[in-house]
């Protein structure tokens, strides 16, 4: 190993990478002060990182001063798995608007479920936005524990609790994973898992705010989801 690659992590560059996960999780912009404070660093620290994001063209301000991520972060997400994502989308635009809910892809990333695709339903009457970069810990919602079948039960996180377990079990047993208020309250979710041709682990998902199928009947079309981006990436 390179005696370079040994060293100490950049603490800015850190932090301008944290600057850019806060954003892709805020549901509203920021103001400077909001993000110093979940950055945990001062007002000025904060300036001085966000004023190179800025010319960089992934961090944007609206007429108040409010603090977005900027398009330029768009054309870097194209990039990510471009041929996951061609191959997905097809398939979670028919089931989105087969059932009539939001549809979308998380990969695992280290700890985190984020998600990489999301197509809500053309017709949906109270569809649930997903979007694209959100994350959440993989301990909690459907996406989650639809990845955790996948693993040894000696590789789950220590900080699941026994009735997390018990339905991780469950979800492995059955094919399929559910939550329910437990990402945002009053949402329910179905998960299949996914591996992919290299590896990875993923699920394919549903978001939604009442239950017009049985949950059985979700889980098979997610499946048939699943199954037909594995068979197209060579899987």
Known sequence: MPDDAKGPASQ???????ILEI????????SIDELAGRLEVHRSIAYRLLRTLEDHGLVVRDGNGRL????????????VAHDL?????????????????TCFLSLLDRDECVTLASVEPR???????????TRHPVTVGA??????TMSAESAWPEAMDAAHRADVRAARERGWATSHDEVIPGLRSIAVPLRLPRGERA????????????????????TRVARAITSALGG
């Open 12 to 18: 800015t560059l850190s932090r301008g990478i944290r």
């Open 23 to 30: 954003l892709a999780d805020a549901r509203d912009a920021l």
């Open 68 to 79: 977005a991520l900027g398009a330029r972060m768009a054309a870097l997400a194209a990039g």
């Open 85 to 101: 994502q061609a191959e997905a989308l097809p398939e979670l635009t028919a089931a989105a608007n087969e059932l009539g809910m």
């Open 123 to 133: 017709h949906g009457v109270a569809s649930v936005a997903q979007r694209p970069g």
């Open 143 to 148: 996406p989650g524990k639809a990845i955790l």
């Open 203 to 222: 699920a394919v998902a549903v978001v939604y705010l009442s239950d017009p199928h049985p949950d059985a009947e979700i889980a098979e079309r997610l």
